[in-house]
């Protein structure tokens, strides 16, 4: 079963289209469920690839 | 102006004065807190079209912040036993990442969003960072942001 705007709803009723982003920042997937043309379901999951990062410094006395 | 993903500079800051509690050290008293508690964390989405956060963001704010069904302002709260797993260091990289995914479950954002800014609810909603991606919308479904490997290479904030 798969939730829907329109309730719970069997898979087998709806159309599904899927997808894939993957570069040097993320990969994320999607997944989308149709109805007769209409959006009724859209899942995503971001997988973090680059993330912050910060770099110390520390002064000297030779200045 | 977009979102952009950063360490917030205030954070950095805040760091020093050691606002911000990840983890559960045993430290020396400077008046009576000898074992805090670590503090509690939350994530908070935000329109691609904002601009809203970024490396300026000091504290939470709801400009920009998405809405929808079944999404609350100021986001969801990060969760485990604390929401950060102990902060360690590898090399010359400190590091540390939220124990668990981070699950917005069964809303619908209609509104394209690209980022999740990261803050202190406890010590009043202060910015810890900010994660970009790429534009989503979600009908009636869920949005899963995955924690990389907590390493000094991959983990969510690293300091070097």
Redesign the interface.
Same mark, same amino acid.
Request: aromatic share 8%; glycine share 8%.
């Given at each position: 079963m798969i939730t829907t705007t329109k309730g719970d709803m069997d898979e087998s009723l709806l159309d599904k289209r899927e997808g894939v982003v993957d570069n040097d920042h993320e990969r994320t997937t999607w997944v989308e469920y149709w109805l007769d043309g209409e959006l009724v379901h859209r899942s995503a999951h971001v997988t973090f690839k680059r993330n912050v990062f910060s770099q110390t410094a520390i002064g000297g006395f030779n200045g | 102006m977009a979102n952009t993903?950063?360490?917030c500079t205030s954070f950095?800051k805040e760091l020093m004065n050691a606002i911000h509690q990840f983890g559960a050290p045993t430290i020396t008293s400077r008046t009576s807190l000898t074992a805090p508690t670590p503090d509690s964390f939350k994530a908070a989405l935000y329109e691609a079209t904002a601009g809203a956060v970024g490396a300026g963001t000091t504290v939470y704010t709801s400009s920009g912040e998405v809405s929808g069904t079944n999404y609350s302002a100021g986001g969801v709260d990060l969760t485990g036993a604390q929401d950060w797993i102990e902060p360690s260091s590898s090399g010359t990289t400190g590091f540390s990442t939220p124990t668990a995914n981070i699950v917005f479950t *069964?809303v619908?954002l209609t509104t394209a969003f690209d980022a999740v800014l990261i803050y202190n609810s406890t010590q009043g909603t202060k910015a810890v960072?900010?994660? =970009?991606? @790429?534009s989503?919308? !979600? =009908?009636? @479904? =869920?949005?899963?942001? =995955?924690?990389?490997a907590n390493d000094a290479t *991959?983990?969510? !904030?690293? !300091?070097?």
């Amino acid at each position: 079963m798969i939730t829907t705007t329109k309730g719970d709803m069997d898979e087998s009723l709806l159309d599904k289209r899927e997808g894939v982003v993957d570069n040097d920042h993320e990969r994320t997937t999607w997944v989308e469920y149709w109805l007769d043309g209409e959006l009724v379901h859209r899942s995503a999951h971001v997988t973090f690839k680059r993330n912050v990062f910060s770099q110390t410094a520390i002064g000297g006395f030779n200045g | 102006m977009a979102n952009t993903q950063a360490m917030c500079t205030s954070f950095k800051k805040e760091l020093m004065n050691a606002i911000h509690q990840f983890g559960a050290p045993t430290i020396t008293s400077r008046t009576s807190l000898t074992a805090p508690t670590p503090d509690s964390f939350k994530a908070a989405l935000y329109e691609a079209t904002a601009g809203a956060v970024g490396a300026g963001t000091t504290v939470y704010t709801s400009s920009g912040e998405v809405s929808g069904t079944n999404y609350s302002a100021g986001g969801v709260d990060l969760t485990g036993a604390q929401d950060w797993i102990e902060p360690s260091s590898s090399g010359t990289t400190g590091f540390s990442t939220p124990t668990a995914n981070i699950v917005f479950t *069964n809303v619908t954002l209609t509104t394209a969003f690209d980022a999740v800014l990261i803050y202190n609810s406890t010590q009043g909603t202060k910015a810890v960072s900010v994660h =970009t991606f @790429g534009s989503q919308t !979600i =009908t009636a @479904g =869920t949005l899963t942001l =995955t924690m990389p490997a907590n390493d000094a290479t *991959n983990a969510l !904030i690293r !300091i070097a």
